[in-house]
């Protein structure tokens, strides 16, 4: 994968270590060894979701500067699956953001992340181990403890050292720029990636939608100017070029898109691990 989509992955990839580790706990916590790696495993769960955080708090460092709506921005940060890291708009508008000398290694960061993530994963043996009989089970423990505490604090650290080096990089990149404003004039946004995507959404409302009434096929242009009317009402003219001029005006009210749904379930498995730790204490 090329593209800065790869930041989304790793969204959605967090989420998918504490699932993997509910599905194990679940199938390893009535054998007789899990209590000897229990704690151990708790714990690597919290250093996992600290990192989440942060690496979250990257993200949201880098969204919240783009120019994109606070929809495109919401979904971006909660919406791991979302199609919208694939827009050529937005990844134009991260390409500006991150600079093109900037870019490759900023992307070389995203990836490590991502190939810890799935390295961590492919640790636990999710989908086999209660699959089988208790001594295969037993087996896989004693082999998943000493794999398992020997590699995790590896991955674990790369995915510590690149949260902390992309956070380091905004920072000073934010302070950077923020110097460059003040010694600049600040222009309008033309928003041409916007205009664009308005302009194809008009242009397939009229395909699907418009039937002409003309008895002979012939050729037609379409003119739109776009301004704001009392408030939230907009006003649209279409400007028909075809063999009689005319000029059609549409208004209608802007409708907000709805608000992201933004779900934490995993701080309460957090908060009740964090009180099994302190009970066993």
């Known amino acids: 994968m090329s593209g800065i989509e790869v930041a989304g992955l790793a969204v959605g990839a967090f989420p998918i270590l504490f699932e993997a580790f509910k599905e194990f706990r679940k199938a390893a916590k009535p054998l007789k060894l899990w209590w000897r790696f229990e704690v151990e495993f708790d714990n690597f769960l919290a250093t996992v979701q600290r990192e989440q955080i942060a690496y979250s708090q ?29 827009e050529p708009q937005v990844q134009s508008v991260l390409r500006r953001r991150l600079q093109n000398r900037h870019y490759p290694w900023f992307m070389e960061q995203l990836r490590d992340t991502n190939a810890a993530i799935e390295k961590l994963l492919g640790l ?69 990636f916007s205009l664009q995507t308005q302009a194809r959404d008009i242009y397939v409302c009229l395909k699907e939608r418009w039937t002409c009434t003309c008895p ?24 028909f070029n075809g063999e009689d001029t005319s000029i059609l005006k549409v208004q209608f009210d802007e409708v907000p898109l709805p608000a992201i749904k933004i779900s934490e379930p995993e701080d309460e498995d957090i908060a009740n691990l964090r009180t099994q730790l302190t009970i066993r204490r």
């Not at 919240?64 to 919208?84: F, G, I």
């Not at 209660?130 to 398992?148: G, P, Q, T």
């Open 58 to 86: 990257n993200l949201e460092i880098l969204i919240d500067s783009l120019a994109l709506s606070e929809y495109e921005k919401a979904t971006l940060q909660n919406v791991p699956e979302s199609n919208l890291w694939y």
């Open 124 to 192: 636990l043996p999710i989908g086999k181990a209660y699959l089988v009989d208790s001594r295969s089970i037993e087996a896989e423990m004693f082999r998943l403890k000493r794999s398992f505490s020997r590699e995790k604090d590896d991955l674990l650290d790369i995915i510590r050292d690149r949260n902390e080096a992309i956070f380091h990089f905004l920072n000073r990149d934010s302070m950077v720029n923020h110097s460059k404003t003040q010694h600049l004039k600040p222009v309008e946004d033309p928003g041409f």
């Open 216 to 239: 002979e096929k012939h050729p037609c242009s379409i003119t739109v100017s776009r301004k704001h009317i009392n408030g939230n009402a907009l006003e649209l003219s279409f400007v």
